[in-house]
């Protein structure tokens, strides 16, 4: 099983954020962030993320030769060429669901594909993983969700276009960091139904953890609320599930937050607690996505 391969970092204390102190023994409650409409394609087009730093992605993670089961192939994201990871061609006269998985961490590493892409494969599914901007070497700069959203609808016009999948079809899955992109892709993109395995709806939890790798400029709010599905949980596209270990509980509130207000606007949103820390708990939320995906159809 793959871990991160990240340590935790100190929290920095930047009020409009509400982020708390690095030396508090327990961080500050947040307050509920805004709803902020419900419709983040425009808001998309009418922000561009200040990066006050530019760079590749803090972490270095496996070449970038396809793991067993898998295929390397590049995408096209803007006018940089990135590499995913894709189960084999199939037979065209027999399309199949198709589902585009995101990684956790800030690189990816075989061993993602095993935990998080197999499964959808062994229950007849195609899978696409992509690496995003900045990558493993690769060229773009890291901006910590935001133009990483671009990456994760390219990918997925590319796996939609694969002759063996059925274009209407197509699911998004992810965990971790991949469960934050999820969201925001359920947000931008077009997609059958979402499964976020322990995602961070609201970014001031994220960030509070990893302050010293966030590249914009965090002390104005609109960064952060762009990168917050919680924001926008009035607009998804899509059936969204969000599901976590019962080990991990530091974004429960915001899942629920987010839930209740995207079942407000009338949209199908579910929340799940399986047994299991942040990595443990990855087979239970796939089951979970899997009988998701499965009665949305």
Known sequence: MVLDRRSLLAAMAL??????????????????????????RAARAGFRTKLLQRGPAPDEGDPLT????????????????????????????????????????NAIWHG????????????????????????????????AFYDETDDVLAAAAVLRARPDVDPERVYIS???????????????????????????????TFFRRFADEVPFDIADPREVEMRSA??????????????????????????????????????????RVVPGDHMGSIPGSIREALAFFARVG
């Open 15 to 40: 009020a409009p954020l509400g982020l708390a102190s690095a030396h508090a023994a327990t961080p500050e409650p947040l307050s509920d962030p805004p709803l902020l409409g419900s419709d983040y």
């Open 66 to 105: 396809a793991p067993d089961g898998a295929v390397a192939l590049s995408y096209p994201s803007g006018p940089r060429e990135l590499v995913a990871w894709a189960s084999p061609p199939g037979d065209a006269s027999a399309r199949k669901p198709a589902v585009l998985v995101l990684h956790g961490g």
């Open 112 to 143: 993602h594909w095993q935990d998080l892409a197999a499964p959808y494969v062994a229950a007849g599914f195609h899978a696409l993983m992509p690496t995003m901007r900045g990558e493993n070497g690769q060229l773009g700069d890291f901006s």
């Open 174 to 204: 992810g965990h971790s960091i991949g469960g934050t992109l999820t969201l925001l892709g359920a947000l931008a993109g077009d997609f059958r139904a979402a499964a976020a395995l322990s995602a961070s709806p609201d970014t001031r």
């Open 230 to 271: 919680v924001c926008f949980a009035s607009g998804f596209r899509c059936p969204i599930l969000m599901s976590h270990g019962d080990g991990e509980t530091r974004s429960s509130g915001a899942i629920d937050l987010t839930v209740a207000r995207a079942r407000a606007a009338g949209q199908t949103a579910e929340h």
